[in-house]
């Protein structure tokens, strides 16, 4: 994290890579030694789906049920970054593998990615996030900006609003500039004209960079987008967004 101080609090990175996925460089612990000194109370720990080049082998999403759910202070949500693969929704959680995963998984972001699924049509990219949503596990569209996959924002933002999803937004793609930034704010204005909640998170692949959410703080404030959208801002929305996957999912969690 940076010296420069966001203008909001947020308690809450659920993108976040360790060593398992092979191009990120911090340990689970030192993830959350970081997060606890710097005001993050509940973290995602979302190593890459499957599917992706270097992804951790499906053993490393299986055991982590082993994993104690604090670690230095620190509420960790077993997750994954899945990647779609299709324009049907598939994810690269394996259907034989499905009841393991999702016994097991507390979290779920879903990810386009050029290695895993080919850029097509504006049709297909939409269609592949409104499949993916069918999927009652599914809690965020992850670093949905990306010029490669352009897709409807106005459906997708819809969709998130009425199954009760979340829409990322993510610092490191903010950071790569305007063009990723006048995307996400027309993302935004989706999300504000139908009450799409989002996250506000990392995607850190070193520990330093968890919970320095400069860039997309700035664009939030810069655009007037409204605070009770935000979810990691505030402990109660939060919370709350969490009871509401559990009546989804009928999968209990522990805070």
Not at 56 to 82: Q, Y
Not at 121 to 143: C, F, G, M, P
Request: charged residues 25%; aromatic residues 10%; negative net charge.
């Amino acid at each position: 994290m940076t010296d420069t101080q966001t203008v909001r609090r947020y308690i809450t990175d659920m993108h976040t890579h360790t060593v398992a996925s092979t191009h990120a460089y911090s340990t689970i612990t030192e993830n959350c030694s970081w997060a606890g000194k710097h005001g993050i109370k509940y973290l995602g720990m979302t190593d890459h789906g499957v599917a992706m080049q270097d992804a951790p082998d499906t053993w490393h999403f299986e055991n982590l049920r082993i994993l104690p759910d604090f670690l230095e202070g620190v509420r960790v949500f077993k997750g994954i970054e899945a990647n779609i693969l299709d324009p049907d929704g598939s994810l690269d959680i394996y259907p034989d593998k499905e009841p393991i995963y999702y016994n097991i998984l507390e979290w779920v972001n879903v990810s386009l990615h050029v290695q895993t699924f080919t850029p097509s049509t504006r049709h297909e990219h939409t269609q592949a996030y409104l499949n993916a949503l069918k999927n009652k596990y599914v809690d965020v569209i992850s670093h949905s900006e990306s010029p490669k996959f352009d897709y409807d924002f106005d459906e997708v933002a819809r969709a998130c609003a009425d199954s009760g999803r979340l829409i990322e937004v993510n610092e490191c793609r903010v950071e790569r500039g305007e063009v990723q930034c006048e995307r996400y704010k027309r993302i935004l204005d989706c999300c504000v004209k139908y009450g799409t909640r989002i996250t506000v998170s990392s995607d850190a692949h070193f520990y330093t960079h968890i919970g320095a959410f400069e860039q997309a703080d700035s664009l939030l404030t810069r655009i007037g987008f409204p605070e009770e959208l935000i979810i990691n801002t505030d402990e109660e929305r939060f919370l709350g967004y969490i009871k509401e996957r559990i009546e989804r999912t009928g999968k209990q969690c522990t805070i």
